[in-house]
Each structure stands twice: as C-alpha cells, then as structure tokens.
C-alpha cells in the first residue's frame, strides 16, 4: 500500500523523532509499507542507518534467549562476586547491623516515608541467620544480577538485543559495582536501581499502579533516589509523545513534589550529624565548579576503573584538572544536543546517567563529590552508549563475521573487568584489607589515617599507629575522633600524661564523644583521684544513660 502525500510528509517530519513503530501506528499503517517507503525514498543506506527505540525495520543479526541470557548473567555475577560472601562487616556495616541493637526491634522495618523494603531484609536475615555478613551480602548480589537483566531487557525493548546484552554484560562485571555490592552498606543504591529498572518496565508495559509502587518503595529505602522520578518524563521526551503522554508522568511528579519537605528535614539533619560527629565544616560548593568534576571523574572511573577507593580525596581542582573536566562535561551537554536532533530515541539514557547522579550533585556538602557506590544506576546510561556505538562499528567493521566479531569484543571487555572485580572484591574482606588498599589511592584522607592508625593499633605496632593518628589530626585539625584514638594508643602503651592530655582534646571538638568521658573517668580512677573520675565518668553516663556497664560504675563510687 502506498503512503498518502500527508502521509509522507507525517513521516519526513518525525523520522527523527518518533520510533518507527509509532510512525506506522499514528499513520495506522503497517510496519512493512513503511518500510518499503523509506527504502524508495531514502535509499537501503539510510534505511539501515535509522535507529529506532523498540523497532529497526530489518531483521536483527543476532537473537538472544532471554533464559539462556540470564543463565549467562547468573554465570557472570557467580564468578566475579564468590570471592565476596566470606568477606566481614566493614566500615559502616557496624553501627548499621552487627553493632544495632534496632535490627531486631519490628519497628526497623519502617523508613521515612512508609514500609522499607531493604530494611525488612536485615530484619529477617538477622532473625533467620543471626549476624553472619554472607547472608547480609548475598541480597546485593542477588539483586545486581536482577538489575544487569533487567537492563537487559529494558535496552533490548528500547534499543535491540545485542546492545541489551552489552550493556547487561557490562553492568554485571564492571568494578565500579563493587562498593554497592560486594558492601553490605552499599546495598540501598543496588535495591533502589532493581526498583526503579522495574518502575520503567511496568511504566512501558502500561501498568501505572505497580509502576508507582516500586517508585514509592525506591524512594522509602534511599530518599535522593527521588528525582529517578523524573525517567518517565525523559523517556516520553526521548519517543517525542510527551505532548501527547504527559498525563502519565504527572504522578511520579505529584511524589517527588510530596517528599521535598521530608528530603529538606533529612538534608539539614544530615548536614548537622556531618558537623558534630565527623567534624565537616557547613559550607556550600560552587555547582560550577562540582558537577563538571564530578561527571569527569565518574567517567574516568567508567572507562578507566584503576583508582578505586573508598574515599575519593584526590580529586584535584587545579586549572588544569578543572579544564578537562569541564571539557568532558561539556561532551556530555553536546552528545545531549547532537542525540536530540539526531537520533531522539538514545537522548533517554544520558538523561538516566545525569538524573541518577543529580541527587548527590547538591551544593550542600551533604554528600562526596564522587563516591563508587553513587554511580552505580547511572553507569547504566553510558554503558548503554557504549554498547550502542560498539554495535555499529562491529556491524560496519565485520559484517560477514558480526557474530564472531561480536563476542570476541566481549570476551576481551569481559576478561579484564572481571578481574578488576574480583581483586577489588578483595579489598573489602576485613577493615585490615580495606583501609591499606584505599591509602594506596587515598594519602590524603583524614578519615583513612585514622582508620589506619586503628589497623597498626590492634597489631600493636604503637609508634606506626601514633604516626597515623598524628598526620589524620594534621589533615584535619579539630578531628576529635583521631585525638581520642591517639589518647587509646598512649593509654596502651602507659604515657598516661599524653593520653590525658589528647582526650581533652577529644572533649574539647567533640563535647558528646562519651567514650573520652569515660576513659578519663578510668585513668583519674586508678590514679586514685575518685572526684575527678566520678565527675568524667557521670558526665560519660549523661551522654550515653542506656549503657549499664557505666551506670553500674557511677552508683558504686
């Protein structure tokens, strides 16, 4: 059936706009004579060089079994996160589970907003397995490899196959993934990027109330996962049916808008526990400055994913250093326009990249300026882009032998990264592991000096642990927890005067650090000075009334 001249001219205004399956169901008119059409008119060159976000009019070279896809997967996330389950509580996975007692209350469960998913997941772990960190670890894992399938699907569906299955295969093994994973800690941004994948395939399949939900429940476990929120509207944007479906997007809106008031409380909290527990100064960042460096370095560590750490302090704000990062973010606003006149329907997945990552780009100081774990959903947008641009050039490159060429350019994207997986995974088997590893990436993190001043405390190699603890003060004057660590080693090694005077110093930047009281309390106590020990030691009491062991102290002197 020939088109109609308004029918052609429907077409030659919105083929680069509109996929090519809606084309042919706004002109309701089959797939077939619309391709026939752009054959005779255009030419079978051009005709092979449209994209389309759900269709290319022409047989795919490859197609994939969705099981045996996901076998595959499950193959890949099995090899590269094993080394991982034997791993300890580390970092933050100490007064998050093992050392909070509120895990085992039914109250746990409930986040800011309402019901939280990850939360019932401790709960239950803790109830069904006791404080064993591979139960704990293994619900990461297993949603890393439901969010690599979904991925999946989701760029099969918007792109084709093969790009679904490079951008999946990707996203399982990449290192990057590791601190969200491989980190019990890191386990909201793996739950909120399995809940928000989901929200986008009920969005696509129609399904409005389960797709509302699994936003819902994204955004009750990690609350800056709100403006993922924002996808629907990039998705309608990137087919060009915003116009004609911005209704269904007015829902996700009406949420984010709902919990601002709540993300303002959480954020000026958050702000104030930096302050007093981690001694943080309350300043603001010139977002200028902050988001091209930001973008820069998390694409670094996408492509080049060497300096891996936990503590990302050597981000340099050079001129130099600030000019090639504002180079590369300025790559980045003009792939956005270049894929808006070029090819609309890709334009959704650096949207997904700079939306994922938009919550901790705030001026506020609330947040690191790069941390792994914040980049886990949005790596997605680019590996999609890769694996796109890697799609075409294999195609051009080797079109009698695509298939061969195809996953021999796996095998060697695959082989390296996994590596790179496993040995990060490593990292974090004990604080031991991960504190030397992040000081080879991080000398100047005050946190992490401290950290190892605790290492070479607990090995007893004293004057190594007053060094660290020295060079942590050093980096960060005013760090009361490293002078009340430096206090410790002096105690242990009998410089009482030195331990005395360093955990008044503790008291003096940080007047709630009780466990300076009480230390005082102890030395003043065996010194035989009894006034000065009762004083130091109600003062400890005062500041933490549920411990017993202190209140017993107290009420015997």
């Not at 792109?159 to 679904?164: C, D, L, M, N």
């Not at 980190?183 to 509302?212: C, E, H, Q, R």
């Not at 990264?417 to 496993?422: A, F, Q, W």
């Amino acid at each position: 059936m020939k088109l109609t001249k308004t029918q052609k001219k429907f077409v030659k205004k919105n083929i680069r706009k509109k996929s090519l399956r809606d084309i042919s169901k706004n002109l309701n008119i089959p797939l077939e004579d619309l391709g026939i059409h752009i054959k005779e008119t255009w030419g079978k060159e051009k005709f092979n060089d449209l994209e389309s976000p759900r269709d290319i009019l022409r047989p795919q070279s490859i197609k994939y079994n969705k099981k045996l896809v996901f076998v595959f997967l499950a193959f890949l996330v099995f090899v590269c996160y094993l080394n991982s389950l034997g791993n300890d509580f580390v970092s933050d996975d100490i007064p998050i589970i093992s050392a909070n007692p509120q895990i085992n209350n039914i109250s746990y469960i409930f986040g800011p907003l309402i019901f939280n998913i990850r939360n019932t997941v401790i709960f239950l772990t803790n109830k069904l397995f006791g404080l064993d960190p591979m139960y704990f670890r293994l619900p990461n894992i297993l949603l890393h490899l439901g969010v690599s399938y979904l991925l999946f699907i989701l760029a099969a569906e918007l792109v084709s196959e093969t790009v679904g299955l490079i951008t999946a295969i990707v996203f399982a093994v990449h290192p990057l993934a590791v601190e969200a994973v491989a980190w019990i800690s890191g386990g909201p941004y793996v739950f909120t990027a399995f809940l928000i994948l989901l929200m986008l395939y009920f969005y696509l399949k129609n399904k409005k109330l389960l797709s509302l939900l699994m936003f819902f429940a994204s955004v009750n476990i990690l609350i800056h996962s709100a403006p993922l929120g924002l996808l629907p509207f990039a998705f309608e944007t990137s087919r060009g049916t915003l116009k004609k479906n911005w209704k269904r997007t007015v829902p996700y809106i009406v949420v984010i808008a709902s919990i601002i008031p709540i993300s303002i409380t959480l954020a000026k909290q958050r702000a104030e526990s930096l302050h007093l527990e981690h001694y943080q100064e309350k300043t603001l960042m010139s977002p200028l400055l902050q988001i091209p460096t930001a973008v820069g370095e998390y694409l670094k560590l996408m492509f080049f994913p060497k300096d891996l750490t936990l503590y990302h302090t050597e981000i340099s704000f050079s001129p130099v250093s600030f000019s090639l990062h504002f180079f590369v973010f300025m790559c980045v606003v003009l792939l956005l326009f270049f894929l808006y006149k070029k090819s609309r329907p890709l334009i959704f997945w650096p949207l997904l990249f700079l939306i994922a990552l938009s919550a901790t780009l705030t001026p506020f100081g609330i947040s690191w300026i790069v941390a792994e774990r914040y980049s886990y959903f949005a790596s997605a947008g680019i590996f999609v882009l890769v694996a796109w641009t890697m799609e075409k050039t294999i195609k051009k490159l080797s079109k009698e032998n695509y298939p061969k060429a195809l996953y021999l350019s796996l095998a060697i994207i695959i082989i390296p990264l996994s590596i790179r997986t496993i040995v990060r995974n490593r990292d974090w088997r004990s604080h031991d592991t991960l504190w030397i590893a992040t000081a080879k990436f991080s000398p100047s993190s005050p946190q992490n000096h401290n950290n190892l001043g605790d290492y070479y405390g607990r090995h007893k190699q004293y004057e190594k642990a007053i060094e660290e603890f020295k060079k942590a003060i050093e980096l960060k004057p005013g760090y009361a927890d490293a002078y009340h660590n430096l206090a410790n080693v002096y105690g242990e090694t009998g410089d009482i005067e030195n331990a005395i005077e360093n955990y008044q110093n503790a008291i003096k930047y940080n007047q709630n650090l009780w466990q300076s009281y009480q230390n005082l309390g102890a030395i003043y106590f065996n010194s035989g000075d009894k006034e000065k020990a009762k004083k130091y030691l109600k003062k400890a009491l005062e500041l933490n009334p549920e411990n017993k062991n202190l209140k017993g102290i107290v009420d015997t002197l």
